[in-house]
Protein backbone atom coordinates (compact mmCIF):
# COMPACT_ATOMS: atom_id res chain seq x y z
CA UNK A 1 0.00 0.00 0.00
CA UNK A 2 1.04 3.40 -0.90
CA UNK A 3 0.37 6.17 1.20
CA UNK A 4 0.56 10.12 2.40
CA UNK A 5 0.60 10.39 5.81
CA UNK A 6 2.79 9.40 7.66
CA UNK A 7 1.42 10.04 10.72
CA UNK A 8 -1.77 8.38 10.12
CA UNK A 9 0.19 5.14 9.19
CA UNK A 10 2.63 4.77 12.38
CA UNK A 11 -0.42 5.80 14.56
CA UNK A 12 -2.49 2.69 12.75
CA UNK A 13 0.86 0.05 13.46
CA UNK A 14 2.24 1.04 16.70
CA UNK A 15 -1.63 1.01 18.35
CA UNK A 16 -1.37 -0.53 21.71
CA UNK A 17 -4.81 -1.86 21.25
CA UNK A 18 -3.75 -4.22 19.06
CA UNK A 19 -0.96 -5.55 21.32
CA UNK A 20 2.08 -3.55 19.28
CA UNK A 21 5.36 -3.64 19.04
CA UNK A 22 8.48 -2.01 17.42
CA UNK A 23 10.85 -4.91 17.10
CA UNK A 24 13.13 -2.77 14.64
CA UNK A 25 14.13 0.35 13.09
CA UNK A 26 16.21 2.54 10.74
CA UNK A 27 16.70 5.95 11.07
CA UNK A 28 14.10 7.36 12.58
CA UNK A 29 13.48 8.36 16.49
CA UNK A 30 11.42 5.84 18.22
CA UNK A 31 11.11 8.26 21.08
CA UNK A 32 6.77 7.97 20.54
CA UNK A 33 4.78 7.85 17.51
CA UNK A 34 5.03 11.61 16.79
CA UNK A 35 8.54 11.71 17.04
CA UNK A 36 9.05 8.94 14.11
CA UNK A 37 6.54 10.27 11.52
CA UNK A 38 8.33 13.43 12.30
CA UNK A 39 11.79 11.70 11.20
CA UNK A 40 10.08 10.73 8.16
CA UNK A 41 8.49 13.82 7.00
CA UNK A 42 11.86 15.62 7.61
CA UNK A 43 13.64 13.44 5.04
CA UNK A 44 10.45 13.46 2.76
CA UNK A 45 11.10 17.24 2.62
CA UNK A 46 13.78 16.39 0.05
CA UNK A 47 11.18 15.45 -2.55
CA UNK A 48 8.44 17.96 -1.49
CA UNK A 49 6.42 17.25 -5.03
CA UNK A 50 6.30 13.20 -4.15
CA UNK A 51 2.45 13.10 -2.45
CA UNK A 52 2.66 9.05 -2.00
CA UNK A 53 5.87 9.34 0.09
CA UNK A 54 4.39 6.43 2.84
CA UNK A 55 5.04 2.60 2.21
CA UNK A 56 3.12 0.20 4.42
CA UNK A 57 3.60 -3.66 3.77
CA UNK A 58 1.97 -6.04 6.27
CA UNK A 59 3.96 -9.47 5.67
CA UNK A 60 1.65 -12.54 6.78
CA UNK A 61 3.02 -16.08 8.54
CA UNK A 62 0.83 -19.30 8.45
CA UNK A 63 -0.18 -19.89 12.20
CA UNK A 64 1.14 -23.18 11.18
CA UNK A 65 4.90 -21.42 11.47
CA UNK A 66 3.62 -19.56 14.84
CA UNK A 67 6.52 -21.64 17.12
CA UNK A 68 9.20 -20.25 14.51
CA UNK A 69 8.47 -17.09 14.38
CA UNK A 70 10.58 -15.39 16.91
CA UNK A 71 11.11 -11.41 17.02
CA UNK A 72 14.51 -12.33 15.49
CA UNK A 73 13.14 -14.36 12.44
CA UNK A 74 10.28 -12.29 11.34
CA UNK A 75 12.74 -9.12 11.16
CA UNK A 76 15.30 -10.90 8.92
CA UNK A 77 12.77 -12.18 6.98
CA UNK A 78 11.63 -8.62 6.82
CA UNK A 79 14.93 -7.22 6.00
CA UNK A 80 15.44 -9.91 3.06
CA UNK A 81 11.95 -9.03 1.66
CA UNK A 82 12.79 -5.65 1.80
CA UNK A 83 15.97 -6.00 -0.21
CA UNK A 84 14.38 -8.25 -2.86
CA UNK A 85 12.15 -5.63 -3.34
CA UNK A 86 14.52 -3.24 -4.02
CA UNK A 87 13.44 -1.00 -0.88
CA UNK A 88 17.09 -0.16 0.64
CA UNK A 89 19.06 2.85 1.88
CA UNK A 90 15.81 4.31 3.49
CA UNK A 91 14.27 4.79 6.91
CA UNK A 92 11.55 2.06 8.25
CA UNK A 93 9.89 0.81 11.05
CA UNK A 94 9.12 -3.24 11.54
CA UNK A 95 6.35 -3.29 13.77
CA UNK A 96 4.30 -6.49 15.31
CA UNK A 97 0.94 -7.37 16.04
CA UNK A 98 -0.67 -9.75 18.43
CA UNK A 99 -4.26 -9.13 17.44
CA UNK A 100 -4.65 -12.41 15.47
CA UNK A 101 -4.11 -15.78 15.02
CA UNK A 102 -1.53 -15.97 12.45
CA UNK A 103 1.86 -14.04 13.21
CA UNK A 104 2.49 -10.73 11.41
CA UNK A 105 4.25 -7.69 11.15
CA UNK A 106 3.52 -3.95 9.49
CA UNK A 107 6.87 -2.82 7.33
CA UNK A 108 6.45 0.96 7.07
CA UNK A 109 9.38 2.72 4.89
CA UNK A 110 9.72 6.18 3.37
CA UNK A 111 9.81 6.10 -0.17
CA UNK A 112 12.44 9.08 -0.42
CA UNK A 113 15.51 7.27 0.11
CA UNK A 114 17.88 9.03 2.13
CA UNK A 115 19.53 10.14 -1.08
CA UNK A 116 16.34 12.08 -2.01
CA UNK A 117 15.52 9.52 -4.86
CA UNK A 118 12.23 7.95 -4.91
CA UNK A 119 11.71 4.22 -4.10
CA UNK A 120 9.59 2.87 -7.38
CA UNK A 121 6.52 1.35 -6.56
CA UNK A 122 6.51 -0.15 -10.27
CA UNK A 123 4.93 -3.59 -10.82
CA UNK A 124 4.83 -4.14 -6.78
CA UNK A 125 2.15 -6.17 -6.81
CA UNK A 126 3.68 -8.95 -9.22
CA UNK A 127 6.92 -8.35 -7.31
CA UNK A 128 5.55 -9.09 -3.78
CA UNK A 129 3.81 -12.00 -4.85
CA UNK A 130 7.09 -13.48 -6.33
CA UNK A 131 9.13 -11.97 -3.57
CA UNK A 132 6.80 -13.78 -1.14
CA UNK A 133 6.94 -17.27 -2.78
CA UNK A 134 10.72 -16.96 -2.97
CA UNK A 135 11.17 -16.53 1.04
CA UNK A 136 8.15 -19.27 1.54
CA UNK A 137 10.76 -21.51 -0.06
CA UNK A 138 14.03 -20.59 1.15
CA UNK A 139 12.60 -20.52 4.93
CA UNK A 140 10.69 -23.71 4.37
CA UNK A 141 7.40 -22.01 5.63
CA UNK A 142 4.42 -23.50 4.85
CA UNK A 143 2.60 -23.13 2.00
CA UNK A 144 -1.12 -23.80 1.55
CA UNK A 145 -1.84 -25.89 -1.31
CA UNK A 146 -5.08 -23.54 -2.56
CA UNK A 147 -6.45 -20.58 -1.83
CA UNK A 148 -9.15 -21.63 0.27
CA UNK A 149 -7.66 -20.78 3.80
CA UNK A 150 -7.49 -17.19 2.28
CA UNK A 151 -9.43 -14.88 4.59
CA UNK A 152 -11.96 -13.27 2.28
CA UNK A 153 -13.09 -10.68 4.81
CA UNK A 154 -9.86 -9.32 5.34
CA UNK A 155 -9.31 -9.09 1.51
CA UNK A 156 -9.69 -5.33 -0.35
CA UNK A 157 -10.07 -4.28 -4.01
CA UNK A 158 -8.98 -5.69 -6.32
CA UNK A 159 -7.94 -8.75 -4.45
CA UNK A 160 -11.86 -8.82 -3.43
CA UNK A 161 -12.93 -9.57 -7.03
CA UNK A 162 -9.99 -11.70 -7.76
CA UNK A 163 -11.48 -14.15 -5.08
CA UNK A 164 -14.77 -13.81 -5.71
CA UNK A 165 -14.14 -14.72 -9.48
CA UNK A 166 -11.66 -17.67 -8.06
CA UNK A 167 -14.82 -19.33 -5.99
CA UNK A 168 -17.22 -18.87 -8.83
CA UNK A 169 -15.17 -20.42 -11.35
CA UNK A 170 -14.19 -23.19 -8.82
CA UNK A 171 -18.26 -24.25 -8.27
CA UNK A 172 -19.48 -23.26 -11.83
CA UNK A 173 -16.62 -25.01 -14.41
CA UNK A 174 -17.46 -28.29 -13.73
CA UNK A 175 -21.12 -27.94 -14.14
CA UNK A 176 -19.81 -26.82 -17.35
CA UNK A 177 -19.74 -28.03 -21.37
CA UNK A 178 -18.25 -25.04 -23.26
CA UNK A 179 -17.29 -21.40 -22.97
CA UNK A 180 -20.93 -20.39 -23.98
CA UNK A 181 -22.52 -22.32 -20.99
CA UNK A 182 -19.65 -20.80 -18.51
CA UNK A 183 -20.00 -17.15 -20.13
CA UNK A 184 -23.74 -17.36 -19.37
CA UNK A 185 -23.62 -19.10 -15.56
CA UNK A 186 -21.29 -16.39 -14.64
CA UNK A 187 -22.93 -14.05 -16.38
CA UNK A 188 -25.43 -14.88 -12.93
CA UNK A 189 -23.20 -13.83 -10.58
CA UNK A 190 -21.79 -10.49 -12.78
CA UNK A 191 -19.08 -11.85 -14.07
CA UNK A 192 -18.29 -11.44 -17.60
CA UNK A 193 -15.80 -12.62 -19.66
CA UNK A 194 -14.07 -11.98 -22.89
CA UNK A 195 -11.22 -13.26 -25.24
CA UNK A 196 -8.09 -12.22 -26.46
CA UNK A 197 -7.46 -12.87 -29.77
CA UNK A 198 -3.84 -12.70 -31.20
CA UNK A 199 -3.27 -10.51 -34.44
CA UNK A 200 -5.67 -10.28 -37.20
CA UNK A 201 -5.89 -14.20 -37.17
CA UNK A 202 -8.68 -14.06 -35.39
CA UNK A 203 -7.38 -17.21 -32.91
CA UNK A 204 -8.25 -17.00 -29.44
CA UNK A 205 -4.89 -17.23 -26.85
CA UNK A 206 -6.50 -15.66 -23.80
CA UNK A 207 -9.56 -15.05 -21.39
CA UNK A 208 -10.27 -12.18 -19.19
CA UNK A 209 -12.98 -12.46 -16.13
CA UNK A 210 -14.13 -9.12 -15.18
CA UNK A 211 -15.99 -8.06 -12.21
CA UNK A 212 -16.84 -4.58 -10.26
CA UNK A 213 -14.82 -2.84 -12.99
CA UNK A 214 -11.71 -4.86 -12.31
CA UNK A 215 -9.95 -6.93 -15.34
CA UNK A 216 -7.55 -10.17 -14.45
CA UNK A 217 -6.91 -12.31 -17.11
CA UNK A 218 -7.14 -16.20 -16.23
CA UNK A 219 -4.08 -16.81 -15.02
CA UNK A 220 -3.81 -13.98 -12.69
CA UNK A 221 -7.03 -15.76 -11.36
CA UNK A 222 -5.09 -18.96 -10.90
CA UNK A 223 -2.95 -20.86 -13.09
CA UNK A 224 -5.49 -23.21 -13.64
CA UNK A 225 -7.71 -20.78 -15.14
CA UNK A 226 -5.94 -19.76 -18.43
CA UNK A 227 -7.71 -19.75 -21.84
CA UNK A 228 -6.18 -23.13 -22.68
CA UNK A 229 -6.76 -25.18 -18.92
CA UNK A 230 -10.24 -23.76 -19.06
CA UNK A 231 -10.79 -25.24 -22.62
CA UNK A 232 -9.82 -28.36 -21.60
CA UNK A 233 -11.64 -29.09 -18.91
CA UNK A 234 -14.75 -28.27 -20.76
CA UNK A 235 -13.77 -30.36 -23.22
CA UNK A 236 -13.71 -33.37 -20.59
CA UNK A 237 -16.82 -32.24 -19.33
CA UNK A 238 -18.29 -32.64 -22.50
CA UNK A 239 -16.96 -36.22 -23.28
CA UNK A 240 -18.19 -37.09 -19.99
CA UNK A 241 -21.60 -36.03 -20.53
CA UNK A 242 -21.45 -37.47 -23.56
CA UNK A 243 -20.40 -40.94 -21.94
CA UNK A 244 -23.73 -40.71 -19.62
CA UNK A 245 -25.99 -40.38 -22.31
CA UNK A 246 -24.65 -43.57 -24.33
CA UNK A 247 -24.77 -45.70 -20.96
CA UNK A 248 -28.22 -44.28 -20.65
CA UNK A 249 -29.62 -44.82 -23.61
CA UNK A 250 -27.62 -48.37 -24.00
CA UNK A 251 -30.16 -49.59 -21.06
CA UNK A 252 -33.04 -51.42 -21.99
CA UNK A 253 -36.19 -50.05 -20.27
CA UNK A 254 -37.60 -53.30 -20.46
CA UNK A 255 -34.81 -54.54 -18.53
CA UNK A 256 -34.43 -51.40 -15.85
CA UNK A 257 -38.14 -52.32 -14.93
CA UNK A 258 -37.61 -56.27 -15.03
CA UNK A 259 -34.57 -55.77 -12.30
CA UNK A 260 -36.32 -53.06 -10.55
CA UNK A 261 -39.58 -55.13 -9.82
CA UNK A 262 -37.02 -58.48 -8.89
CA UNK A 263 -35.29 -56.13 -6.18
CA UNK A 264 -38.87 -54.96 -5.43
CA UNK A 265 -39.97 -58.35 -4.84
CA UNK A 266 -37.32 -59.79 -3.33
CA UNK A 267 -36.38 -56.82 -0.29
CA UNK A 268 -40.15 -57.48 0.38
CA UNK A 269 -39.91 -61.02 0.67
CA UNK A 270 -36.73 -60.42 2.63
CA UNK A 271 -38.77 -57.79 4.75
CA UNK A 272 -41.81 -60.24 5.40
CA UNK A 273 -39.39 -63.37 6.53
CA UNK A 274 -37.19 -60.32 8.96
CA UNK A 275 -40.99 -59.23 10.68
CA UNK A 276 -42.29 -63.12 10.92
CA UNK A 277 -38.96 -63.87 12.50
CA UNK A 278 -39.14 -60.58 14.79
CA UNK A 279 -42.25 -62.09 16.24
CA UNK A 280 -41.95 -65.45 16.60
CA UNK A 281 -38.77 -64.20 18.79
CA UNK A 282 -40.88 -61.66 20.56
CA UNK A 283 -42.93 -64.60 21.33
CA UNK A 284 -40.73 -66.81 22.56
CA UNK A 285 -39.19 -64.14 25.09
CA UNK A 286 -42.38 -63.21 26.02
CA UNK A 287 -42.79 -66.86 26.79
CA UNK A 288 -39.68 -67.30 28.96
CA UNK A 289 -40.15 -63.88 30.58
CA UNK A 290 -43.58 -64.67 32.10
CA UNK A 291 -42.89 -68.25 32.87
CA UNK A 292 -44.76 -70.15 30.24
CA UNK A 293 -48.23 -71.84 31.44
CA UNK A 294 -49.53 -75.07 33.00
CA UNK A 295 -52.16 -77.78 33.29
CA UNK A 296 -54.15 -75.16 35.39
CA UNK A 297 -54.54 -72.70 32.26
CA UNK A 298 -55.06 -73.66 28.48
CA UNK A 299 -52.98 -72.17 26.24
CA UNK A 300 -55.62 -69.41 24.67
CA UNK A 301 -56.21 -67.93 28.55
CA UNK A 302 -52.41 -67.77 28.74
CA UNK A 303 -52.11 -65.38 26.08
CA UNK A 304 -54.71 -63.13 26.79
CA UNK A 305 -53.37 -62.67 29.98
CA UNK A 306 -50.01 -62.30 29.03
CA UNK A 307 -51.23 -59.43 26.41
CA UNK A 308 -50.16 -62.45 23.55
CA UNK A 309 -51.49 -62.66 20.08
CA UNK A 310 -54.05 -65.51 19.99
Not at 14 to 29: F, H, Q, T, Y
Not at 30 to 37: H, P, Q
Not at 262 to 283: F, G, P, Y
Request: aromatic share 8%; charged share 25%.
Amino acid sequence: MIRTNFRRVVDYAIDMKKDAELIDSEGVRTKDNASIAESFEIQAQMRPQVTNKVGHIALSFSPEDRDRCTNEFMVRVAQEYMQRMGIGNTQYIIVRHYDHEHPHVHLIYNRINNDGKTISDSHQRDRNRKVCKELTMKYGLYMATGKEQVNRDRLRQPDKSRYVIYDALKILLPQCTSWKDLQSTLAEQDISCEFVYRGQTGAIQGVVFILNGYRFTGSKIDRRYSYSKISKSLRLNQLAAERQKRLASAVSPHVANSVGISQVHTSHHSLTNIVNQNANTNSRNAENEVGGYDDVDNEENFKRRNGLKL
